[in-house]
């Protein structure tokens, strides 16, 4: 577990999840995808039993950031189902609107890529809208390169948005 205290009277934690954050992590997922321009679902499809079902996977990490009891961001990362992609993991990532800018994805990221090497991926993959140049900006600055471009990918909000592809080779 990792702590940090980012503003007066304010303590965050990054932990793995356990079962028991089901309700927690669905609550805080479902607040990013109302905004309706971060994520590509707008409704959470697992049942609170569902999500508990998967926290148990062991092939997969999920990391929750606390703020006291309150779930403010969630990260999975889903290694390969396949003998041949097992060295692959993908990426997702949600933060409350109230948390953002606070270092809770840096501090996540970090954290599920020690993860990673230490359960043998050698590749991490993540897909972000062009239109969330913060989201970009940091994984960039956490070593993620730009891979691909699928053009015109999502209409969002009356536009077209990119899907950007971007890596980080462990």
Not at 12 to 18: G, N, V
Not at 65 to 84: A, F, H, I, P
Not at 96 to 125: C, P
């Amino acid at each position: 577990m990792m702590l940090w205290k980012k503003k007066e009277n304010l303590s965050l934690s990054i932990r793995k999840a356990y079962p028991s954050d089901a309700r927690g992590i669905i609550n805080c997922m479902q607040s990013v995808m109302d905004e309706k321009i971060y994520l590509v679902s707008e409704y959470y499809l697992l049942t609170e039993r569902g999500e508990q079902e998967r926290l148990k996977n062991p092939d997969e990490l999920t990391l929750v950031c606390n703020d006291s009891d309150l779930v403010v961001g969630v990260l999975t990362l889903q290694r390969g189902m396949y003998k041949k992609n097992r060295h692959v993991a993908n990426l997702g990532i949600a933060i409350r609107r109230s948390y953002r800018h606070m270092n809770v994805g840096t501090g996540m990221i970090e954290q599920a890529m020690e993860w990673a090497k230490n359960n043998g991926i050698k590749k991490v993959n993540l897909e972000v809208f062009s239109t969330n140049a913060n989201a970009i900006k940091t994984y960039r600055k956490l070593g993620f390169e730009y891979e691909g471009l699928r053009k015109s990918q999502f209409f969002i909000n009356g536009q077209y948005v990119d899907d950007v592809l971007m890596t980080r080779m462990l």
